[in-house]
């Protein structure tokens, strides 16, 4: 661990903290339908795009209105790239002539874009056209992030509003997440890239003769406009395999800075929006404190793991633990070093963006353990765009109903009773996330169906397996390597854990902001429990850390703790 290192974290926090609050006051005016400095020039095109497809932006919706919508459309839009998928060997812009996809594969691509995962059981250079990338896969990193953030806006409003019984319209936040948000940001982020140096065309791949007298081929793309918004949507996924470790994605330190910054910024500045939409700033700030904690604690975690040398090099071969005095690096990419491998994994982790610029499987035990747990205490640390703010506030709902018992008083949230609906709904979103990840790691674990696509045996492949059911349920979508996915099993099975742990969970989400809409304001009395508070960022950060901790003690005992025990009594894996 370095000066250096330390102080690049603190300049990214900085830069954050600078950016996150215009952002999200920006955010909070277009969610309340006020005026903008983008609306005389997006006004128009958001107008018209009504008037095509007949939604009437005054008329609002139940809650139960707005889940249908939300389901309706992202089931359609899985269907429309399932399509594309299949038929791309018939589309346009497909100069290296791939083939379709192929059944099972297509499934799991559709299913991890529709729900903001962007896993990935293949290289995109090797099978994916440049229409695929473009119309079926860049299109969702739009429209999926536009979902997560228009459910989470709902919530918002469920808690600000009084006695309603609507939560807002479903086709017009995704729209104005798109036009007003999202768009203007990918064009700032895309040109920044392409000015770095990310490439950004058409041309069919290109042939070259290296020093060596070899031939290789040189992938190239619209590579550039799908890594913005694959950042600013909280995706992931790479248009190369390599992902952000690839120098035509990630070429630059400033590029690498620039990629990091834009996977938090809108998570971020969402807790910002989540303050000035309920009246309460004190209460965003308390949110935001609690997810920098986790942050925090995480990243010095993973770069403490990683910066030590590996321990079956210590009095074995004292020119090799010299050299690995500067710690692990292994598996990281020599241009950024282990402190911006470990920040970088620490970020992505905790927003369910899943870009990666390192191999995770190459990380030693307890600094593969940081991203594995970033995901398991539900992508709340930031979190992914929209489903970052959600994640979170059922926590908070959850922390102020314990609140509530132990001083033996009825709890209240902003000014709304707490009930056993409330708490009802907050506890089924809770459940059905380990449920998902336990029982598929249970079956993968022990059929051989599961058990064939290891790369490694004893607790480090039950990480393998551990790690993909939980970055699929979590929306995550990066993989901790070793683990060859791509096999009938796998598409399929991870297919399913990303729709439920995406939409399966949404529904209890709407259902709660429902109900907090139709209630009625209670004025604070001496016996409310703040939610702006230290206190209460201290209490909210507790109880994430406990339900994850009982979730998944367990399994991560049996994980990655006992490989680093038995690494450190000499048994490699």
Avoid at 15 to 43: K, N, S
Avoid at 276 to 284: A, E
Wanted: include cysteine; aromatic fraction near 12%; glycine fraction near 10%.
């Amino acid at each position: 661990m370095t000066g250096n290192g330390w102080l690049q974290f603190l300049l990214f926090s900085f830069v954050l903290i600078l950016l996150m609050r215009p952002l999200g006051l920006y955010m909070a005016r277009v969610f309340q339908g006020e005026r903008t400095f983008m609306d005389p020039v997006l006004g128009p095109i958001e107008r018209l795009l009504y008037r095509l497809f007949g939604v009437r932006p005054d008329e609002e919706m139940s809650w139960s209105q707005y889940t249908i919508a939300v389901l309706l459309f992202s089931i359609v839009s899985m269907l429309l790239t399932y399509f594309i998928e299949r038929a791309q060997h018939w589309l346009p812009w497909n100069p290296q002539h791939f083939a379709g996809i192929v059944p099972d594969l297509a499934w799991n691509t559709a299913a991890s874009f529709t729900t903001n995962t962007n896993w990935q059981s293949y290289s995109g250079e090797a099978v994916m056209s440049y229409f695929t990338q473009m119309v079926g896969l860049a299109y969702h990193n739009f429209l999926s992030a536009a979902v997560g953030i228009a459910v989470a806006i709902a919530l918002v409003r469920g808690i600000a509003r009084r006695e309603s019984k609507t939560i807002g319209n479903f086709w017009v936040d995704a729209t104005r997440s798109v036009l007003y948000v999202l768009l203007p940001l990918c064009i700032i982020c895309a040109g920044l890239l392409v000015q770095q140096g990310v490439v950004q065309n058409l041309k069919p791949y290109t042939t070259v003769t290296t020093v060596e007298h070899q031939t290789q081929t040189l992938a190239q793309g619209p590579v550039a406009s799908q890594e913005a918004i694959k950042m600013l949507g909280t995706n992931g996924g790479g248009f190369f395999g390599a992902n952000s470790a690839h120098p035509f994605e990630n070429p630059t330190p400033f590029t690498n800075f620039l990629e990091m910054l834009s996977i938090f910024i809108i998570p971020a500045a969402l807790t910002v929006a989540l303050g000035k939409m309920t009246g309460s700033p004190g209460h965003g700030w308390a949110v935001f404190a609690c997810m920098a904690v986790l942050f925090a604690a995480g990243f010095a975690t993973a770069y403490w793991a990683e910066a030590q040398p590996h321990p079956l090099l210590h009095g074995i071969d004292q020119h090799a633990t010299s050299l690995q005095a500067g710690g692990n690096m292994e598996g990281k990419e020599v241009r950024f070093g282990i402190s911006q491998s470990a920040l970088f994994a620490t970020v992505t982790t905790d927003a369910s963006c899943g870009a990666i610029n390192s191999q995770f499987d190459s990380f030693t035990s307890l600094g593969g353990m940081v991203p594995l747990v970033n995901i398991m205490l539900g992508e709340v640390v930031f979190g992914g765009v929209g489903s970052g703010l959600y994640g979170v506030l059922i926590y908070v709902v959850l922390a102020v109903f314990i609140a509530g018992l132990m001083v033996g008083r009825t709890p209240e949230y902003l000014g709304k009773k707490i009930e056993a609906y409330d708490v009802k709904m907050s506890m089924l979103y809770v459940l059905i996330f380990p449920l998902v990840i336990l029982v598929f790691t249970a079956i993968s674990s022990l059929l051989p169906m599961g058990l064939n696509a290891l790369g490694n045996n004893g607790p480090h492949g039950l990480t393998e397996i551990l790690y993909a059911f939980t970055s699929g349920a979590g929306n995550n979508g990066s993989a901790f390597g070793g683990l060859s996915t791509n096999t009938h099993w796998y598409n399929v099975s991870l297919g399913f854990t990303m729709l439920i742990g995406r939409f399966l969970m949404m529904v209890p989400v709407l259902a709660l902001a429902g109900n907090l809409a139709r209630k009625k304001s209670v004025p604070p009395s001496p016996g409310t429990f703040p939610v702006h508070t230290s206190l209460f960022t201290v209490l909210l950060t507790g109880i994430i850390l406990i339900v994850g901790a009982l979730t998944f003690f367990s399994v991560l005992s049996l994980g990655p703790t006992l490989e680093h025990l038995l690494l450190r009594a000499g048994q490699l894996f």
